[in-house]
């Protein structure tokens, strides 16, 4: 026995069954154990893993039936001899160049740069901090597994495999855009065609899509600021003009600087980052400045179930009488944000350009997370969810006020929607990125507010979410940010 190639390194998340099959599969396709090779028996892979036989016995049975192994009676378990084998071995060695100029090398040939870019960081080991005020994370205990699996296993059923597993090709899955077209949208007040919606991979996906579309460079877009600094950069890149159009506690202002545009982004039912409210008053004006100037809206409307301060206002697109509003929403937030599912409404002739780019850029999306999805919408169990979140925000949000007003910190906008974060503006001596640097060493995670703005300069705001800390944990956490400013000064 290669006792050496039999040892576990725990993966948290990952069953025991599914470790052992994943070492196995490693050591045979790196050749590490070769076709034919004898593998130890059941028993003796079991003690030598300090795991039960049951456990061992299962993950063999699951390889002999993908390939990787092959059972002789009476004589035990081999490696497959059409096992397969990744295309790294072979007699191929790799070595690190010698010539550190390499760097240079390539950084000669890149067109441009992207790492360079202001981006929102969200360190991936965020739950092991003790005061996570991150955005857009979800919360486990609010997620129903169990019905998410019922529905994976639904999606995986043989009925249901074909249209699946298969090359769609430009299409989506019917029965989610069905879902779209006569639940989610109705509720925004949105009536279109199945014609007229487009699956993403999330509403970056979209917006990046309709960027493409129409935001080439000398083209003029009109984005608030702050505001969502990945679509600002994917602007950049395509080399557009931006207009910065400053927002207010009502969200984007809606004045002259509109007259010479081409294309306007707003986030009016929860302006992101500020959480204003677009009331309806503005959103009329908005449209009416659309028809006056000749130039279209991409309204994102992310987070729209997410509202519990006050009734939600309708979305723009349900009040465009001639077609200039391109609607953007998103199921990544209020399901979890790993699973990347967006959709875009929109003209005929918007959604048969955005599916053929969509095509040159991953074909379609993945259709497995599409069928479970629409299932898990269908059977009533995203409503349920909904409802849970709602409750369970409302409550963390006045837990959170009550600590913000104790310490002297205030939203910088009139709260109206309710959402999972605060927009809060520190003392003006304040640099919020150097703040959370030093937060991180006390346990506490929060969004400095400078990448939200177009200019590079620091700055005194710093988004606070509250989806992803318990209430109990909100006031300590809250005290320690405050004892931190107050060390500024």
């Known amino acids: ?22 070492m196995l599969v490693s050591a045979i396709l790196s050749r590490r154990l070769q076709p034919g090779e004898v593998v130890p028996s059941s ?36 490696v497959g001899m059409d096992a ?24 000669r040939r890149f067109r441009r740069s992207f790492s360079d870019l202001d981006r929102i960081a969200k360190p991936l080991n965020w739950r092991e901090f ?34 699946m597993a298969g090359d769609k090709g430009e299409a989506d899955d019917p029965l989610l855009v069905d879902y779209i077209r006569a639940r989610t949208l109705p509720r925004r007040g949105v009536m279109v065609t199945t014609e007229q919606i487009l699956v993403t991979m999330g509403a970056q996906n979209a917006l990046f899509l309709l960027a493409e579309l129409f935001c080439a460079q000398g083209v003029r877009v ?46 009016p039912s929860h302006q992101a980052p500020t959480t204003a409210t677009m009331p309806l008053a503005r959103r009329r004006d908005l449209l009416a400045a659309a028809e006056r100037y000749n130039f279209i809206i991409i309204e994102d409307d992310y987070d729209f179930e997410l509202g519990f301060l006050q009734k939600p206002a309708p979305a723009l697109k349900s009040l465009d009488k001639s077609d200039r509003v391109i609607y953007v929403g998103s199921f990544s937030k209020s399901l979890f944000p790993g699973l990347r599912l967006g959709y875009v409404a929109a003209p005929e002739p918007v959604i ?34 909904i409802n849970r979140l ?44 150097v703040l959370a640097e030093r937060l991180r060493d006390r346990g506490v995670l929060i969004e400095a507010g400078a990448p939200f703005f177009a200019q590079k300069r620091s700055s005194r705001h710093m988004r606070l979410g509250y989806s992803s800390i318990k209430s ?10 405050c004892e931190e400013i107050k060390g500024f000064c």
Not at 1 to 22: C, N, S, T, W, Y
Not at 360 to 376: E, K, S, V
Request: glycine content about 6%; overall charge negative; hydrophobic content about 45%.
């Open 1 to 22: 026995m290669k006792d050496a190639l039999f040892h576990l390194d725990p993966i948290e998340g990952v069953g025991l069954q599914a470790q052992v099959r994943e």
């Open 43 to 78: 028993r003796a892979m079991a003690d030598q893993l300090s795991v039960s036989r049951n456990t061992v016995t299962l993950a063999y049975q699951a390889l002999v039936a993908d390939g990787y192994l092959e059972s002789r009676n009476r004589s035990g378990y081999y």
């Open 84 to 107: 397969p084998v990744s295309s790294a071995v072979g007699g191929m060695h790799l070595e690190t160049p010698a010539d550190a100029s390499d760097t240079a090398t390539w950084n």
């Open 130 to 163: 003790a005061y996570p005020f991150v955005y857009g994370q979800a919360d486990p205990t609010l997620f129903n597994h169990s019905d998410w699996r019922d529905c994976a296993r639904q999606a995986l059923g043989l009925r249901n495999f074909e249209a």
């Open 222 to 267: 009109a984005i608030e600021d702050p505001c969502y600094p990945d679509f600002r950069n994917t602007l950049t890149m395509l080399g557009a003009d931006i207009v910065l159009i400053p927002v207010d506690d009502h969200g984007m202002v809606i004045d002259d600087r509109l007259r010479n545009v081409d294309v306007v982004f707003v986030t």
């Open 352 to 385: 048969a350009q955005a599916r053929a780019l969509r095509f040159l850029m991953l074909r379609h999306p993945p259709g497995y997370a599409q069928r479970t999805a629409a299932y898990f919408l269908a059977l009533g169990h995203h409503d349920a969810l």
């Open 390 to 433: 709602r409750n369970a925000l409302a409550q963390r949000r006045e837990v959170m006020e009550r600590a913000l007003d104790l310490v002297g910190l205030t939203d910088a906008r009139a709260p109206q929607f309710g959402g999972a974060s605060f927009w809060i503006e520190a003392p003006s001596s304040i640099d919020t990125a």
């Open 472 to 481: 109990e944990k909100i006031a300590a956490g809250i005290d320690i940010i």
